[in-house]
């Protein structure tokens, strides 16, 4: 950064689990960093806050709009309805918006004699095979039956991390069940109101399913306290038939660590079974927001934010990285141009390539050339999940909302809890629910329609 622009980047760089936390001390003591990348769940929060730099006017009248190399639908969905009640930008894609997609065992499905899901029946009855796989008197591709490569294990037809998510999209990882259900409060378009989705008749049909799944035993039962990362441990060990996780690289990495346990495997990703609801979720882009305490953000905005996005030596730079240290050049054109690249061992773990310095460049917010030849599996996956996915508007966040809505996260959480642990029939729960989220309910809605609820 500093060769190319003359500009010192400092990055600093806490924990996953501890990231959100670092955020919030930083701005408690009033010493944020100038850029701080926020998801979906918080960037509204600190947006209604007004700590955030509104950058619409900076962008508007940017060079780099000018160019119309950006694709500005995810531009767009970062504009938050602020209190001059004008959708105003406090943050700019870091990259697209990614979503999940589900992978199948096309190995067992193949030995099981089952055809691709098209309908929800049919992927419960896929769930319902799976679950004798270790019974399966087929042989793999070794010439071992399933039955016998399974001996002794325990087999689960789909692992999830959770079965509501902690933060918006809550419904992302069981996209077959949730379908068309949401569990937060949105805009309801055809009662020109706003609802909370946990009431809606949609989520009643979406928690009799996993109830449904789950007395069945198709559900990982950890599934209520898993990790991402338990999951993909469980999925590598080759006892899982269906994960639902992210598009593009993941793919690459999911199917080449399940071979590395048990190299007869096959992994496919899904269309979604309802092309016309296309049940698979984009969320919005990761914004990478200013803070007011920045001393120069005009120029902070110019020289890294739209930098990064330049189409040229700045997208190159953060998604490819520093040639000769992440990537190599196979082929240059006379005027110096790189026309192919290939990446480099990573300086983590020199077993595995580089795969991205700062964001993904399969998912780059422009149009700009990457010079690096992408995995078949990660385009294959990518293509699918664009065919198959809806953009997801910002998650409802005010200083009204922000205050109410942790006791209503919890509620939610209490919710799935006492479908699948506390044998409570999908009414008993939704009436727990409804009785311990009155109140917050009621001040939230009051605050967005306007009117009594």
Known sequence: MKKNTDIKLIIEQPEHNQYYEKVGITFAAEDPADIIELGSTY????????ILWDMTDAWESSE??????VNEKFVDSLKYDSEYGTDRLYGFPNQRGNGTITYVRKDWMD?????????????FNM?????TINECEVEDANGITFKEKYKGLAVYPLTVAGLINSESPYEIYLREFYQDARSEIYYDEDREKYVDGVLEPEMEAALNRIQEAWEAGLIDPQSISNKTSTCRDKFYAGVVGCFNYWAGTWYKTLDKNLKMKDETAEL??????????AYYIKRPATADAITNYCEYPEKVFENFLLYIHDGGEGQLLFTR????VHYEVTERAEDGTILKAKMLPSLSDPSVETDKSFYDATLAITEAYDPVEVDE?????MEIFDANS???DLPVLNSVVAEQLPDIEVAKQQLLSNIVIEDMTVEEALDAYKSATERHRSIILQDLNGSEE
């Open 111 to 123: 030995a099981l004699g089952i055809d691709t899901p098209h309908s929800y029946e049919d992927f």
């Open 43 to 50: 960037y509204p929060a600190y947006a209604s806050e007004g």
């Open 377 to 381: 599996r990660i385009t294959t996956s």
């Open 321 to 324: 990285g520093v040639e000769g």
């Open 127 to 131: 769930f319902k095979a799976f679950k």
């Open 268 to 277: 496919i990703p899904l269309e979604s079974f309802d092309k016309e609801k």
């Open 64 to 69: 780099l709009k000018a160019k119309g190399i």
């Open 390 to 392: 809806k953009l997801y």
